[in-house]
C-alpha cells in the first residue's frame, strides 16, 4: 500500500513539475534503500576480517572485511612539511573529439526492457550532444623534467584526495614518483548518457580515447614525459568508473598493467547492446575472465555492505553490485591473478569515508613490484 501511495505521489509530482530534477527524486523514492550484506553469506568468498579501524596489509593478495567504523588515513590529509605537487587544469570540448562527438539522454528519461530479451535495455530517448570535460593533472615536486614518469588515469574526477594522497606516499618513498591524470566525464549516467557509453562500453575505446586525444594534452600541458611502460600505467575508479578502469587495461593490457576500482559496476549496463559481450560487464566475471588467459594485471577492488542493487528497470538478476564484485574476486582468485578484494562493512556505493580510509593502502598495493622502465 506503501508503495502504490509513494507511486501516485510522484507521477503526480512529475505531471505537475516535470523537471530532471523532480523526476530523479520521485524515482529515487520509490527505489528502495539496499539491504547491508552479510560478508558471511554462503556463496562469498571466504576472507580475513580484520579489526575494526584498519587496512588490509599493502604486500598481500586476498579478501578482506573492514569495518563498521572507517576512520580516514592521515595520508589522505595535508601535512606540513611534505612537498606539494602543482595541479595543472584544462578542459576539452567535444568539438575537437575524434572519438568521443558527444551524445546525451533527454532529461526524466531512463529506457525500456525489450520484451524479446530482458537483459537488454531499449533507449530511444539519446541524441547528439555537445559536451566539455575538466582534466586536472598532479604532477609532484620530485618529478624530474624530462623523465618518463609513471601515472594513474582516473575517472570522474578532479579527484583532490587522490593528489594530496600522492603527495604524502611519494614524500615516503612508499609510491614511485608519479603523475596523476584526473578526467572529468561527458556528462549525464547510464545507458544512452556521454558517460555511460565512455565507461560501460565493453571495448579498447575509451583507453584509446585517452591515449590519442588525453595523453598527448597532458604532456604538453603539464610539461611531462609519460611512461610508455604499461607496469607504470594505472587506472582507478568507482562505479562505473571502475569498470572503465577494468576495461581500459583488459582490452589495452599493452597500455596499462595496474588498476584500482570502488564499488565497481561489474554489472548488465552496457549500451548499445553488443552480441560480443551481450551482458555488458557482468561478462567479466560470467565468462571473459574464467575462459581467456590470465592478463598481467594487478588488481584492487573494494564494494560496500550497502551497494547498489538493481537500481533500475531490467530485473535481470545482473544489477547487484556485491554480488558482482564477489564474483570477480572469485574468478579473479581461480585464474591466479594478484588481487586484493575488500568489503566495507557500514559502507554504501562508492562511499567517502571507506575511500579515506583506504586509499593509501590500496595504491601501495596496485603499485607493489613497479620498476622503473621507460
Known amino acids: 500500500m506503501k508503495r502504490q501511495i509513494l507511486a501516485q505521489w510522484a507521477i503526480g509530482v512529475v505531471a505537475l513539475a516535470g523537471p530532471a530534477a523532480v523526476i530523479a527524486g520521485a524515482v529515487q523514492a520509490l527505489r528502495p534503500e539496499p539491504p547491508a550484506r552479510d560478508p558471511h553469506t554462503p556463496g562469498y568468498v571466504k576472507a ?3 579489526p575494526d579501524g584498519t587496512n588490509a596489509p599493502a604486500d598481500r593478495d586476498g579478501n578482506f572485511i573492514l569495518g563498521p567504523t572507517h576512520p580516514p588515513a592521515p595520508e589522505t590529509q595535508e601535512s606540513a612539511g611534505v612537498p606539494r605537487g602543482s595541479v595543472y587544469a584544462f578542459t576539452m570540448s567535444s568539438k575537437d573529439s575524434r572519438i568521443y562527438p558527444g551524445i546525451a539522454r533527454d ?5 525500456t526492457v525489450d520484451p524479446s530479451h530482458p537483459a537488454r535495455l531499449v533507449v530511444t530517448t539519446s541524441h547528439p550532444a555537445p559536451y566539455t570535460r575538466k582534466v586536472e593533472v598532479y604532477v609532484p615536486r620530485q618529478y624530474v623534467p624530462g623523465t618518463a614518469a609513471p601515472f594513474i588515469v582516473g575517472a570522474d574526477g578532479p579527484d583532490r584526495m587522490l593528489f594530496t594522497t600522492l603527495d604524502n606516499l611519494i614524500a615516503d618513498h612508499r609510491l614511485p614518483v608519479m603523475v596523476a591524470i584526473s578526467i572529468g566525464n561527458g ?4 545507458q544512452g548518457s556521454e558517460r555511460g557509453l565512455e565507461y560501460d562500453t565493453m571495448s579498447g575505446r575509451y583507453a584509446e580515447f585517452v591515449e590519442q586525444e588525453v595523453l598527448p594534452l597532458v604532456e604538453e600541458k603539464a610539461h611531462v614525459r609519460l611512461t610508455r611502460d604499461p607496469d607504470g600505467r594505472a587506472t582507478m575508479g568507482g562505479s562505473s568508473g571502475g569498470s572503465c578502469a577494468l576495461i581500459m587495461a583488459w582490452y589495452h593490457p599493452e597500455l596499462y ?3 584500482l576500482t570502488y564499488s565497481g559496476t561489474y554489472v548488465n549496463q552496457q549500451w548499445p547492446y553488443d552480441p560480443e559481450t551481450p551482458h555488458g560487464a557482468w561478462e567479466f566475471h560470467e565468462h ?6 590470465k592478463k598481467p594485471l594487478r588488481i584492487w577492488m573494494e564494494v560496500g555492505d550497502r ?3 538493481n537500481p533500475n528497470v531490467m530485473r535481470d538478476g545482473m544489477h547487484d553490485w556485491v554480488v558482482a564484485n564477489e564474483r570477480m574476486a572469485k574468478v579473479l582468485a581461480a585464474k591466479g591473478y594478484h588481487y586484493q578484494f575488500v568489503f566495507a562493512q557500514n559502507a554504501g556505493h562508492v562511499d567517502h569515508a571507506v575511500k579515506l580510509q583506504t586509499l593509501p593502502e590500496a595504491l601501495e598495493y596496485v603499485w607493489q613490484g613497479y620498476r622503473a622502465g621507460d
Not at 107 to 111: D, N, V, Y
Not at 288 to 293: F, G, K, M
Open 48 to 50: 580475513t576480517e580484520l
Open 107 to 111: 532529461a526524466g528519461t531512463f529506457g
Open 187 to 190: 556528462g549525464g549516467d547510464a
Open 257 to 259: 598493467h595496474r588498476v
Open 288 to 293: 571473459l575472465i574464467p575462459d581467456n588467459s
Open 307 to 309: 551497494d547498489l542493487l
